[in-house]
């Protein structure tokens, strides 16, 4: 499993909730569960009481997308920090279920959690995938989505840093959203210069009597 992998565990925990539409999806173990994706074994290990602490845990991970969307580089990489401390992993090689042609392993970096309970481990990948992502395209390659209300989290992987949505759907939305109105503002600006064209000709129709 690449590493870059790791950092998707952040994402989908913050996302699990919307703050500026109410929404949150965590409210069960098994939506618990469903944050682990393919890694069954470790979700088979959540349990109710891990729902309070993924949302513990989401609360300070989003705190490092805000403050990277601020551009405190600081801030970012110190809450982030606290929370490699907290959360330790242990990198190891790994060659499971992977074989080349030769029948030989496809060594590959992988991160063993050795977690008290569901949160723990969870929360020690994503906060180890994320310092990956950081150090190696730039705290700015963090960011929450700029289509209101919207605020999802993303991680910017294009070669321009161009990123701003996290979504298409969300592009889609801003970009119709600024066209409609540049459309109402030229409207505006259409009517403006209509009506002081008229005031002037009826001023100059004045003067001549």
Not at 16 to 42: C, I, W, Y
Not at 62 to 72: H, I, P, T
Not at 189 to 203: C, H, I, K, P
Request: net charge neutral; hydrophobic share 40%.
């Amino acid at each position: 499993m690449e590493l870059a992998y790791y950092s998707d565990y952040a994402v989908r925990l913050v996302n699990s909730e919307e703050p500026v539409r109410g929404k949150d999806t965590l409210t069960s173990v098994e939506a618990v569960r469903d944050l682990f994706g393919v890694n069954a074994s470790a979700a088979r290990r959540a349990t109710d009481a891990d729902v309070t602490r993924f949302r513990s845990v989401r609360a300070r991970l989003r705190a490092v997308f805000e403050a990277a969307d601020k551009g405190d580089e600081t801030l970012a990489v110190d809450l982030l920090n606290s929370l490699l401390l907290e959360f330790p992993v242990s990198p190891q090689i790994s060659g499971h279920d992977f074989r080349d042609d030769d029948g030989r392993p496809l060594w590959h970096m992988h991160l063993a959690d050795h977690p008290s309970n569901a949160t723990a481990g969870y929360a020690a990948i994503a906060a180890m995938g994320l310092a990956f992502h950081l150090t190696e395209y730039g705290v700015d390659r963090l960011g929450l989505c700029q289509a209101p209300p919207c605020r999802n989290a993303y991680l910017d992987t294009s070669t321009n840093r161009s990123r701003r949505y996290c979504s298409d759907r969300c592009a889609t939305r801003a970009n119709v959203a600024a066209y409609r109105a540049r459309k109402r503002l030229e409207a505006d600006r259409s009517g403006s210069s209509g009506l002081a064209a008229e005031t002037a000709q009826r001023a100059s129709a004045s003067g001549e009597r």
